[in-house]
Nanobody, 124 residues
């Protein structure tokens, strides 16, 4: 079992920044790829970004490339999502998830463990 807890969400004006954190406990954190997903009201849960076990490889949704950065600190069992130049369409509940997959995964079903989510609201 891996327990994940997100934090760092909040209300920000368009163009602003937030840094989300995903703290993990349980099994060896570095054995898992971590992904960030988001879900807006009435919409499906969408992939945002993922990072490999070592942190050497990352992959992003096209619409967040150049604005969002995913990183991890395995010594602290934490993954971060730095979000800059936020837009109203970025508003959603953001979830982190853990997958034992070695290669890039973008589908929610590929992830085994999920956090409870943190709300991000972007005012225009």
């Amino acid at each position: 079992q891996v327990q994940l807890v997100e934090s760092g969400g909040g209300l920000v004006q368009a163009g602003g920044s937030l840094r989300l954190s995903c703290a993990a406990s349980g099994r060896t954190f570095s054995n898992y790829r971590i992904g960030w997903f988001r879900q807006a009201p009435g919409k499906e849960r969408d992939f945002v970004a993922t990072i490999s076990r070592s942190g050497a490889s990352t992959y992003y949704l096209d619409s967040v490339k150049g604005r969002f950065t995913i990183s991890r600190d395995n010594a602290k069992n934490t993954v971060y999502l730095q979000m800059n130049s936020l837009k109203p369409e970025d508003a959603a509940v953001y979830y982190c998830a853990a997958s034992s997959a070695l290669y890039t995964r973008r589908q929610p079903n590929d992830y085994d463990y999920w956090g409870q989510g943190t709300q991000v609201t972007v005012s225009s």
